[in-house]
């Protein structure tokens, strides 16, 4: 089966860094997406890898390990406008994402 | 631009009742989804579509319909609401559906069945 896992919830402090992990399994794969969502409102995209290694935009980076089937966001100097669910998506073969449940990032002063 | 907006935000239903939510999309995208997020899931696709006119099932279909008469519009239908819909569903839409190309995410419609 099709199978996206990622940490429920994680707590981190303004200024810092944080790394939230991702899993995957999918039916074939084209890339690994993180999409960031602010509680009651739409996802809006983040980054989107299908090589391995590293890309990095401003304060977020995201890396691929595709024989691993492992993806994790790094943020950092952390604001608290970062509070928000973190999601994880993986392309498969139909390029159909398929969804982690999200990673809930609080940010503490 | 207004990006990609849904009508209605909220709405009660009582089981067994129907209704009709819309998608409109003003980015000439081709493709469109229906997602539903419920706590402790990912999103899960429900219905999509590649073109004007076009529909497909995706992950969780049943108990829905959907309809793309014209390419800006795409239109998902509960016939007999059932509380297991009780969930907030987003439209989404991108330009062809290839992996470079995000997705873009209406502000949702959170739909509670009595």
């Known amino acids: 089966g099709q199978n996206i896992d990622q940490p429920t919830e994680m707590t981190a402090t303004e200024g810092a860094i944080v790394q939230i992990n991702c899993t995957y399994q999918?039916?074939?794969?084209?890339?690994l997406f993180w999409y960031q969502q602010h509680a009651g409102e739409a996802p809006t995209f983040l980054s989107y890898?299908?090589l391995d290694g590293l890309e990095e935009k401003g304060r977020f980076s995201s890396f691929l390990s595709r024989s691993k089937g492992y993806s994790y966001l790094l943020l950092k100097e952390l604001q608290m406008k970062d509070s928000a669910s973190y999601l994880c998506a993986a392309m498969d073969s139909n390029y159909q994402l398929i969804w982690g449940a999200g990673t809930k990032l609080i940010i503490k002063p | 631009n207004a990006g990609v907006t849904q009508t209605p935000k909220f709405r009660v239903l009582k089981t067994g009742q129907s209704m009709t939510l819309l998608c409109a999309q003003d980015?000439?995208?081709?493709?469109m989804y229906w997602y539903r997020q419920d706590p402790g899931m990912g999103l899960r696709l429900i219905h999509y579509?590649?073109?004007?006119?076009?529909?497909a099932k995706g992950e969780v279909p049943d108990g829905y319909n959907v309809s793309r008469l014209k390419k800006q519009n795409f239109l998902l239908g509960l016939e007999s609401a059932a509380p297991s819909q009780t969930s907030v569903y987003f439209c989404a839409s991108s330009p062809y559906g290839q992996p470079t190309d995000t997705q873009y995410f209406g502000p949702g419609t959170r739909l509670t069945v009595l």
């Open positions: 999918t039916s074939g794969f084209n890339g």
């Open positions: 980015m000439n995208h081709e493709y």
């Open positions: 579509s590649v073109g004007e006119g076009t529909t």
């Open positions: 890898n299908v």
